[in-house]
């Protein structure tokens, strides 16, 4: 079973990036897909997008279109997600979550999960 | 986008109590439909996938139900444990989304 190990909490200011990792082990990488999902505070839950390291190709929600980066490095079983022009409503806790390896959306159900990455953008 | 509804968004019950939640899509999802399980300052945890499948380690007094457009999650006795908000997630297009939540509190 995948356990996925994310980096620590982050404080940015607005109009900055912010890359967040997530590091997979107990799992052949390659296998997975790797969703991000965030959570402001108090808030739901919110698909970033996601990547299948296997062919490092990416898929994003429209809504981060142009804002955010997903990549994997299979050398080291670890994806990033990077978030640009950083504002004050995407402070939240960041989540990385695996998905089995299928050729359709259906599989698309996240477990593991990471334990979350707290950003907070702050001037 | 498929949007997610779900009903009720709060409940309170009592330890032993059936608990049903019901999730609704914009539009009909088959069966890929996911439910989890959060509890405070922790990540979601799979409780239910493609509708009506157990995930491994998941208590059997959770239960799935529902295709199309409309799902269900039944808790037939609510535990101390329980206690929980819980989110229903359709995989069947990108993006993915969650319903906003129902939180099941002590009664």
């Known amino acids: 079973q995948v356990q996925l190990v994310q980096s620590g909490a982050e404080v940015r200011k607005p109009g900055s990036s912010v890359k967040v990792s997530c590091k997979a082990s107990?799992?052949?990488?390659?296998?997975?897909?790797i969703s991000w999902v965030r959570q402001a505070p108090g808030q739901g839950l919110e698909w970033m997008g996601g990547?299948?390291?296997?062919?490092?190709?990416?898929n994003y929600a429209q809504k981060f279109q142009g804002r955010v980066t997903i990549t994997a490095d299979e050398s080291t079983s670890t994806a990033y997600m990077e978030l640009s022009s950083l504002r004050s409503e995407d402070t939240a806790v960041y989540l990385c979550?695996?998905?089995?390896?299928?050729?359709?959306?259906?599989?698309?159900?996240?477990?593991?999960w990471g334990q979350g990455t707290l950003v907070t953008v702050s001037s | 986008d498929i949007q997610m509804t779900q009903s009720p968004s709060s409940l309170s019950a009592s330890v032993g109590d059936r608990v049903t939640i019901t999730c609704r899509a914009s539009?009909?999802?088959?069966?890929?439909l996911n439910w989890y399980q959060q509890k405070p300052g922790k990540a979601p945890k799979l409780l239910i996938y493609?509708?009506?499948s157990l995930q491994s380690g998941v208590p059997s007094r959770f239960s799935g139900g529902g295709s199309g457009a409309e799902f269900t999650l039944t808790i037939s006795s609510l535990q101390p444990e329980d206690f929980a908000t819980y989110y229903c997630q359709q995989s069947d297009s990108t993006p993915f989304t969650f319903g906003p939540g129902t939180k099941v509190g002590i009664k």
């Open positions: 539009q009909s999802i088959t069966t890929y």
């Open positions: 107990g799992g052949t990488f390659s296998r997975y897909t």
């Open positions: 493609g509708a009506s």
């Open positions: 979550a695996s998905s089995p390896y299928c050729n359709s959306t259906s599989c698309y159900w996240f477990d593991p």
């Open positions: 990547i299948i390291p296997i062919f490092g190709t990416a």
